[in-house]
Every structure is written in structure tokens, then in C-alpha cells.
């Protein structure tokens, strides 16, 4: 019989801790993998030495290291660290260990929780791979396996036994993998009832806080059903199920003329054999809603769970948040009557915690679709194309739920000129969305009616302005209406960095006048690889009363390249450097001389996305333009 997943109490412990008094710490190897398709491979070489050295130094208990204890190890040590590197992306913290001189134990922890491990036996495959097959092999191997989460850090884990296990019968006709049955590996173990009060009694407020931890960090309702289910399967039941349904459904929704009904998101089974006759069984009979909030009896589904499970318990608990129905949560177990009453009270506080995931993703996904609508609202529809000039746009918001602060535009401005924008607004969100809303259509109205570039800035910034005093005046005028209770005073300051042109093609050329103000300047390169600014640095718009702006005019010969970009390429950090120290975007920029305005702007962004260890934390646009 295979080894069921549990919680590994010895993982709770201070990372330099041994696991038990009076350990050899000669038995212990750890090791930091870097998360790529070669930590593998140096797993299985530490892992390989480790065993080695412990023969070699003839330390207790090494007698029973077979070379089949040492074959088991290299394939569970690959599967563990695959898993790892595939489905969590970040580095690997290896342990393996030599316990109870009868035994080795391998834990394999990734710091990203919230994506816990998979099993990928499931996807097809035309031939057997070097890793990659599941955690099905493991539990077979293994006489004990499990996962640990904590604030930070996922842990999986498998003891191997020394000797006396019968795995090895099961691996031969794993080339073919129906060989394997995964359903006796998860299957319940004699006085399992003894073993959830055990488990309970020790662990279950530990485990309700990571889950909690887990839960929260989902912004996607069918991640948060999917992670429901691995927390539950096999630790408290043998199958789950989720339904998620419309929140408008409300009570009597699911009346016979209700419609599609409630959604089965989710289904996960101990084995992956069973879970599509599962799914099929419980879709043709979804829950029905109740007026208790305590969980209550469900049809048991005998026929899709196989000899293993021609009887036992189910419970369906529904999942409300806020008063609002949210959808159930579905639960079984074979071989028993009913279910203990502390795992039913251990899962009703845990659905409570899937209710408010659930609650706070759809919440999420409500205002990201606000945010992309206002965003497509803010934004052109396309960038117009310019006779004689080729042009590039790379434009990536930080946040793809929300507004961006940075904006572009390249529009057509009549009599033969057409116009170009790229700005940055302080701060994001609504209140960046309100100062987009106002500039970009006054750009394109202003210059539609003729005015220069440098009175185009006047006037923006006087509108600027005038739009931050009348919201301060009716912030006051609220404030005195509310019996002069102390409260914000209005959106703030309306700051908006803008790059600012205006393009007239002739024979020969393009000639461009623009203006900065409080923008990143931008550069000129030339066919000789000549990096050259093409502005003067000016004030931000809507700060000062009365500036008056003054505009750069000159020609883009065949071949040259004006890039503009806002201040997420130039402040790109890597640690403490930013990208454009010591004249950086300059220095890359005269690396791409001769290359075209697109291989450009793609060269460009993707130094800028290497150049720090993580996403870039800011709004990125570059624009390119080349004369033909």
C-alpha cells in the first residue's frame, strides 16, 4: 500500500535544527538549487555523494543503503526538485538526511506557497520522460510523504525506508503507468479515526493559519476552488468537489427553469484515475441550496469511485460571504458512516476561509474589468501611421488590473502634420485616470486647432491647474458642509510629466518639433550609431502658475531614430543602480544602430525586463520612430 501525504511535524522546526536530539549532523546535507531545468540533475549528484560519503564514513544505519534505497532516492529526488523548478519558478532549498538509521528522508521546499505541487501524469505523453511523473511515483516509493506550508514557504517531503518495501514490483510497469494504482496508494489505512484525532488535536490550528495564508494570496475564484481541494484531498477526505455560482443567482436559482445552475470548478480525487468519472458523476447532481449554514448529507456517487468505494460519507457545506451565496463546497470519504466531528467542524472553518477567498477574487476581478475598460477608454484604438516614418510602441502597465499612470498617443493633426505624446501622471489608478481623461483629448483638440507645440504645453498645464483649484474648492465646500470634520481635501496634485511633438514629413525627411516637460528626454540616434538628446528639460505640467514652455526643432534624416520613454525604463533598478546610471539607455541605445525601429524598442524592453531580478515595479512605454 502506498504512503498516504501528512503533515511532517519534524519540518516545524528552526531551519538548523536537527530533527531529533543527539543527531550526527554528518548526516545531513542541504543545498540552494537556482530554479532552472538543471537543478535536477545537480540534485540527484548531491544526493548521490551525500549517500556515498555517509557509506564511506560507515555511520550508523548506512549498512542498509542499498543501491535500491539509492536508485529510489535519484528518482524521488528528481521528481521533487522537477516539480518544484516547473510549478513554483522559484530557487530550491534541498535536504536529505539519514533518520532513525533506518531510513532517508528528502524535503525539497520552494518559496511560493501558494502554487502548490502537481501531479503532470495527467497530461499525455508519447514517451516516458527523465522526470516530471508526478507525485503518484513518489507515493509509491515513499513510506511516508507529505506537504508543509508556512508563511513563505512550501515544503514537500518523502521517507524512503532502507529495506522490506515492495515498490519496486509496482515500478516495472511504470513504462506503461497503468501499472500503478494510485487509488490503494491513498486509500484509507486501518483506524484512521484514531490517526484525524491525533493529527487534529496537534495540528489543525496550524494548518487552518497556513491555509488561511494560502487562500488569501488567490485573485482567481477557479485558483482558489483548485487549492481548496488539495488542502482537503487526502489530508481530511478522499474527494472534493467545488461548485461556484452566480452571485445574483441568490436562493431558488437553481429552481428546474434556472438555467445553467451552479458551475462544478473543481474536482480532485487521491487518484487522478477517478477523477473524470467523479466530475461526471457529480455534475448530474449538483447541490441543492439550503437554509442551514451547517453542512449537510450528500448523495454518495458509488459508481464512479470504483471497488474502493462503494459506500461512505458526504457532506456539502455552503460557501457565503457577506451574506451573499457564493457556491458549495463538497466532501467524501470512503468506508465510513459519517464523518468525526472534528474533521466536519475543521472543514466548516475552512470553508468559511474558501467563502471569503472566493468573495475577495471576484471582488478583484470586478474592478479589473472596471480598470480595463477605463484603460481601452483612455488609450488610443491604434497608432495612426505617419508617411515616411516607421514607428514602434512597447507599453506595459505594472498593474494589469488597474489603470496605468503612463499614456501614449499618435494621432493625425491635419495639414499635413501628425502629433505624438508619451506621459507619465503622479500616481496610479482612478486619480491617474482622472488627469489621462483631461490630457489626452485637450492634446488632440489643441493641436487639431493649430497651436504649437510649446502652447499646447501652456495651455495644459493652465488647464492642469484650474482643474486642481475647482476640486480643492469643492473638497472645502464638503468639509464645511460636514460641520468642518477634519477629512481628505480633495484628489491632490495633478502632476503629469509629458513628452510632446509634432512631425511634418518633406522630401528627405521628417522634421520633428517637441518639448519635455519634467519628462525623460528624448534621444537621438543617428545611422553612425550617435546618440544625441533632442530636448531641454522643463517643468512638470501643473505645478507652477504662468511658465511658458519653449519647444526643440530639428530633422529626422533616413536613417536616424527618436526613442521616447517614460521614467519606468530610466529608473529601472537592479539594487541600488537604476537603469539610465551613467548614461545607460544612452550606451544601449548605440548598440542598436542600424537595426530597424521595431528590433529597437524590442531590444530595449528586454534589457530593461533583465536588467533587475524582479518584474519591473513601475509603468513602462518607450515609442521609436525612424525616418525612412
Not at 476552488?225 to 468537489?241: E, Y
Not at 478583484?364 to 488609450?379: D, E, H, K, M, P
Amino acid at each position: 500500500m502506498g504512503a498516504i501525504p501528512t503533515q511532517r511535524e519534524t519540518t516545524s522546526r528552526a531551519p538548523d535544527a536537527p530533527a531529533h536530539h543527539g543527531a550526527d549532523p554528518r548526516t545531513t546535507m542541504r543545498a540552494t538549487l537556482s530554479g532552472s531545468p538543471l537543478a535536477p540533475g545537480s540534485a540527484r549528484g548531491l544526493v548521490r555523494t551525500a549517500l556515498r560519503e555517509w557509506t564511506e564514513l560507515a555511520l550508523p544505519g548506512t549498512e542498509h543503503l542499498t543501491d535500491r534505497l539509492a536508485d529510489d532516492a535519484m528518482v524521488v529526488v528528481s521528481e521533487l526538485v522537477t516539480n518544484a523548478v516547473v510549478h513554483a519558478g522559484t530557487d530550491v532549498e534541498l535536504l536529505c538526511r539519514l533518520e532513525d538509521a533506518r531510513s532517508v528522508v528528502v524535503e525539497v521546499a520552494d518559496h511560493h506557497p501558494s502554487r502548490a505541487p502537481r501531479d503532470n501524469s495527467s497530461e499525455p505523453a508519447y514517451e516516458t520522460p527523465e522526470f516530471g511523473r508526478g507525485l503518484r511515483l513518489v507515493s509509491t516509493l515513499a513510506e511516508a510523504w507529505g506537504v508543509t506550508y508556512r508563511t513563505g514557504i512550501k515544503t514537500v517531503w518523502a521517507r524512503l525506508p532502507a529495506e522490506g518495501s515492495s515498490a519496486e514490483e509496482e515500478l516495472e510497469t511504470y513504462g506503461g503507468e497503468r501499472g500503478l494504482r494510485v487509488a490503494e496508494s491513498l486509500a484509507p489505512e486501518p483506524q484512521r479515526a484514531e490517526r484525524d484525532r491525533d493529527w487534529l488535536g496537534r495540528g489543525a490550528l496550524s494548518f487552518l493559519a497556513e491555509a488561511s495564508d494560502l487562500l488569501a494570496g488567490q485573485l482567481d475564484e477557479d485558483l482558489v476552488a483548485a487549492l481548496a481541494g488539495q488542502l482537503i484531498v487526502p489530508r481530511l477526505a478522499d474527494w472534493c468537489a467545488v461548485w461556484l455560482e452566480d452571485e445574483s443567482m441568490g436562493r431558488g436559482g437553481w429552481g428546474e427553469d434556472a438555467g445553467a445552475g451552479p458551475r462544478l470548478a473543481r474536482v480532485w480525487h487521491g487518484s487522478e484515475n477517478r477523477i473524470e468519472e467523479l466530475r461526471g458523476a457529480l455534475e448530474k447532481h449538483p447541490p441543492r441550496p439550503q437554509d442551514s449554514l451547517r453542512p449537510v448529507s450528500y448523495p454518495w456517487p458509488a459508481d464512479a469511485l470504483g471497488p474502493h468505494g462503494t459506500h461512505g460519507a458526504a457532506l456539502a457545506y455552503r460557501l457565503i460571504a457577506g451574506g451573499r451565496p457564493l457556491g458549495t463546497l463538497v466532501i467524501g470519504r470512503s468506508g465510513l458512516p459519517c464523518f468525526p466531528d472534528e474533521v466536519t467542524g475543521l472543514v466548516e472553518d475552512l470553508s468559511r476561509r474558501v467563502a471569503l477567498a472566493i468573495g475577495a477574487a471576484r471582488q478583484y476581478a470586478r474592478q479589473a474589468t472596471i480598470s480595463r475598460v477605463l484603460q481601452r477608454g483612455l488609450l488610443p484604438g491604434a497608432v495612426a501611421a505617419i508617411p515616411g516614418v516607421h514607428s514602434a510602441l512597447v507599453y506595459e502597465p505594472c498593474d494589469k488590473g488597474g489603470p496605468s499612470g503612463d499614456f501614449y498617443d499618435l494621432f493625425p493633426a491635419g495639414d499635413g502634420r501628425w502629433c505624438f505624446a508619451l506621459g507619465d501622471v503622479q500616481g496610479k489608478g482612478p486619480e491617474a485616470a482622472v488627469v489621462i481623461g483631461l490630457a489626452r483629448p485637450w492634446l488632440r483638440l489643441l493641436a487639431r486647432e493649430g497651436y504649437r507645440v510649446a502652447d499646447v504645453l501652456d495651455r495644459l498645464n493652465q488647464l492642469l491647474l484650474d482643474d486642481a483649484t475647482e476640486a480643492a474648492d469643492a473638497a472645502a465646500h464638503a468639509l464645511v458642509a460636514a460641520g468642518g470634520m477634519p477629512g481628505p481635501v480633495g484628489d491632490g496634485p495633478r502632476f503629469l510629466s509629458l513628452l510632446y511633438g509634432e512631425l511634418v514629413p518633406f522630401d528627405g525627411g521628417v522634421r520633428c518639433t517637441l518639448a519635455s516637460a519634467g519628462h525623460p528626454l528624448p534621444l537621438l540616434l543617428g545611422p553612425d550609431g550617435s546618440v544625441a538628446t533632442a530636448a531641454r528639460p522643463q517643468t512638470l505640467l501643473g505645478v507652477v502658475e504662468d511658465v511658458t514652455y519653449t519647444s526643440e526643432t530639428f530633422e529626422l534624416r533616413p536613417g536616424d531614430s527618436l526613442l521616447c520613454v517614460t521614467d519606468g525604463v530610466t529608473e529601472r533598478r537592479s539594487g541600488s543602480v537604476q537603469f539610465d546610471d551613467g548614461d545607460g539607455l544612452a550606451t544601449v541605445l548605440a548598440g542598436c544602430a542600424g537595426l530597424g525601429a521595431e528590433l529597437i524598442a524590442e531590444r530595449i524592453k528586454r534589457l530593461v525586463h533583465e536588467f533587475g531580478g524582479r518584474p519591473p515595479e513601475d509603468d513602462m512605454a518607450l515609442l521609436v520612430l525612424q525616418a525612412e
